[in-house]
């Protein structure tokens, strides 16, 4: 499967972006999905799974009640809906997909294939 993420850009701090990553070459139910970023200098985290049917999802402390993702299967599009944005927020964002079952898949090795990333820039 192939996976292109979009919608990054550039924001204010308490503003709102959502980050698409549509997928290629399979069907996406098929696939369990995560969210994860990289800042400048730091290392790839953990930011959002959801499971293929998407009647579940798991976040990282850092971003619950912030952020939420979702998936439309018909669509082949996973989202990450990202509210009251912050400095910190700053990073390039990637997603992932997985035919493992390794709930809640908030590890970077539980995914087989990984988008470019989009690059998310909050401004204070």
């Known amino acids: 499967v192939q996976l292109v993420e979009s919608g990054g850009g550039l924001v204010q701090a308490g503003g709102a972006l959502r980050l698409s990553c549509a997928a290629s070459?399979?069907?996406?139910?098929?696939?369990?999905m995560g969210w994860f970023r990289q800042a400048p200098g730091k290392e790839r985290e953990f930011v959002a799974s959801?499971?293929?049917?998407?009647?579940?999802?798991y976040y990282a402390d850092s971003v619950k009640g912030r952020f939420t993702i979702s998936r439309d299967n018909a669509k082949n599009t996973v989202y990450l809906q990202m509210n009251s944005l912050k400095p910190e927020d700053t990073a390039v964002y990637f997603c992932?997909?997985?035919?493992?079952?390794?709930?809640?898949?908030?590890?970077?090795?539980?995914?087989?294939?990984w988008g470019q990333g989009t690059l998310v820039t909050v401004s204070s």
């Open positions: 959801i499971i293929r049917s998407g009647s579940r999802t």
């Open positions: 070459g399979r069907t996406l139910s098929d696939y369990a």
């Open positions: 992932a997909a997985t035919t493992a079952f390794a709930w809640p898949y908030y590890r970077d090795t539980d995914y087989d294939y």
